[in-house]
């Protein structure tokens, strides 16, 4: 098992950028795609983006691209999301995750592993 730690959440104001940062430990973080949820306050965790296991394809849902983006550094066994032109739509709390079922699913049902989540917090 890998555990999962998020951190660089934050409150930030529309038109903003904000670096989450995700550190894996406990198991070869390289072996596996890596991705990032969030779950709105009332709303049902969704897919944000997800990178495979050396970076080289990555996919993102339709609502962030163009403004996220997602990298890692498997070196550093981290995982980073960086978001620009946030938008108030963009509050919630993201998660990140690993698992290799991720790229294919782009759903939970391929995640093995979880962060606890860092709030992300766009205000108007």
């Known amino acids: 098992q890998v555990q999962l730690v998020e951190s660089g959440g934050g409150l930030v104001q529309a038109g903003g950028s904000l670096r989450l940062s995700c550190t894996a430990s406990?198991?070869?973080?390289?072996?596996?795609?890596m991705g990032w949820f969030r779950q709105a306050a009332g709303k049902e965790r969704e897919f944000v983006g997800t990178i495979s296991w050396n970076g080289g394809t990555v996919y993102y849902a339709d609502s962030v691209k163009g403004r996220f983006t997602i990298s890692r550094d498997n070196a550093e066994n981290t995982v980073y999301l960086q978001m620009n032109s946030l938008k108030p739509e963009d509050t919630a709390v993201y998660y990140c995750a690993g698992g290799r079922g991720i790229m294919r699913t782009m759903t939970s049902d391929g995640v093995e592993d979880w962060g606890k989540g860092t709030l992300v917090t766009v205000s108007s």
């Open positions: 406990g198991r070869t973080f390289s072996t596996y795609a």
